[in-house]
């Protein structure tokens, strides 16, 4: 994922992409050379010299540690989800960043999906109704790069995240079967959320499945919604008519890296923040633990 990050640095205006770190000397000295800026294995001798913000793209454990020094160094960060390995380390990742009056932004991508920021307008304008219920389908095969987490806080987070966002709600409590039948950590997942206490969240989740689906279901008292993540399409069908809505098509992560951008140059505050990341966080554990413990987690 860094490597993506760095992609999109080196092309957009305004942007001077000033170093990369990385522990792998052969591998970022390669890339540095490929898009013209400075390697170093040291982050913290990059992050002391003269930046502005960074991207932070390193595995979950590592988040706070990094994240910290950082803000320490004065800089604004975005840091990937999920925000941290625990709460209590998110929490100190929090309180760092306002105590420094710097950005912290969490890199849920999928909060700049065209699709999914259409579907919102979508549902804020009232043309589904009353949302009732909110299913996702994030399914694919493993990734042998993932070790540190299992699919729950490493795919099934978007979803709980965009649950809530396209609810504009907290969830309140969680519900989840799941097991590790490939994995050291669970590899299949349904997690069953509950918003308000009379609105539905589901997700499916896992590593199993040989193609990759992502895919979201907005089910109101007006109409339903049909949303692939991957296609960026969203189709809305009512009791009259079935329609597609139009969407831009775009990069999710060159939209995010430019609103990382804009709110570092203005100050405001991004449109994932650190509570926000949180939450999601605190939702996926409460998922592990209901599967684990197999009785239903308050939130």
């Not at 390697?39 to 010299?49: E, I, N």
Request: charged share 25%.
């Amino acid at each position: 994922m860094g490597k993506n990050h760095v992609r999109i640095y080196s092309e957009m205006d305004g942007v001077e992409l000033a170093g990369i770190s990385d522990v792998d000397r052969e591998r970022v000295e390669a890339m540095a050379a490929e898009y013209g800026t400075k390697p170093f294995t040291d982050y913290k001798q990059m992050f002391s010299g003269g930046l502005d913000a960074v991207s932070i793209v390193v595995p979950t454990k590592l988040h706070k540690q990094v994240v910290l020094d950082a803000l320490e160094a004065g800089l604004h960060v975005l840091v990937e989800k999920p925000i941290a390995d625990t709460l209590e380390n998110a929490e100190l990742m929090i309180e760092a960043a306002k105590k420094a009056g710097k950005v912290l932004m969490v890199g849920h991508i999928e909060r700049f999906n065209p699709a999914v920021i259409k579907l919102k307008e979508i549902i804020d304008e009232g043309h589904l109704g009353k949302i009732v219920s909110i299913s996702t389908r994030r399914v694919g095969p493993y990734n042998p790069r993932i070790r540190d987490v299992g699919v729950i806080l490493d795919i099934g987070v978007h979803d709980i995240d965009i649950i809530s966002y396209l609810y504009g709600r907290k969830v309140n409590s969680v519900y989840a079967i799941a097991g590790a039948d490939i994995h050291s950590f669970e590899d299949h997942a349904s997690i069953l959320l509950r918003l308000d206490h009379e609105f539905a969240g589901v997700v499916e989740t896992n590593w199993l499945t040989p193609h990759k689906v992502r895919k979201l279901t907005a089910i109101g008292v007006k109409g339903v919604a049909y949303l692939d993540y991957i296609d960026q399409t969203v189709e809305v069908h009512d009791s009259g008519w079935v329609r597609k809505a139009k969407v831009e098509k775009s990069e999710p992560l060159m939209n995010e890296l430019a609103h990382f951008i804009t709110c570092v140059d203005s100050g405001k505050e991004p449109g994932t923040t650190g509570e926000e990341g949180k939450h999601a966080l605190e939702v996926a554990q409460g998922a592990i633990r209901s599967y684990k413990e197999e009785s239903l987690i308050e939130i």
